[in-house]
Nanobody
Framework: VQLQASGGGLVRPGGSLRLSCAGS????????IAWFRQAPGKEREGVSC????????HYADSVKGRFTISRDNAKNTVYLQMNNLQPDDTAKYYC????????????????WGRGTLVTVSS
């Protein structure tokens, strides 16, 4: 069972990136999938989550209107489309899977990917 996050990189303010969270060994659609991020010197925070099945989505206030989370069940992958990126979005982004429903508590998540680094800088 593994989650692999990818798609990070260096982007200028106002730019876009799409992060991918690919699952292997299990079906992501049976899990709530969340993105968390951790900036240097800061605690990890929840960014977005998509529930299993019905696919209700949740966003942190800081990313509402700019980030969109989605699933592609055929590819067993969850995406985080990030638009209008700002320097405050610079962080390592992690995806995580929970057998239940979206939760803001990291302890509820059963599986974690290794993270992908997003740097927003001019």
């Amino acid at each position: 069972v593994q989650l692999q996050a990818s798609g990070g990189g260096l982007v200028r303010p106002g730019g876009s990136l799409r992060l991918s969270c690919a699952g292997s060994g299990f079906t992501l659609d049976y899990y709530a999938i969340a993105w968390f991020r951790q900036a240097p010197g800061k605690e990890r925070e929840g960014v977005s989550c998509i529930n299993r099945g019905e696919g209700r989505t949740h966003y942190a206030d800081s990313v509402k209107g700019r980030f969109t989370i989605s699933r592609d069940n055929a590819k067993n992958t969850v995406y985080l489309q990030m638009n209008n990126l700002q320097p405050d979005d610079t962080a390592k982004y992690y995806c995580a899977a929970e057998r239940g429903w979206c939760s803001s508590s990291e302890s509820m998540y059963n599986f974690w990917g290794r993270g992908t680094l997003v740097t927003v800088s001019s």
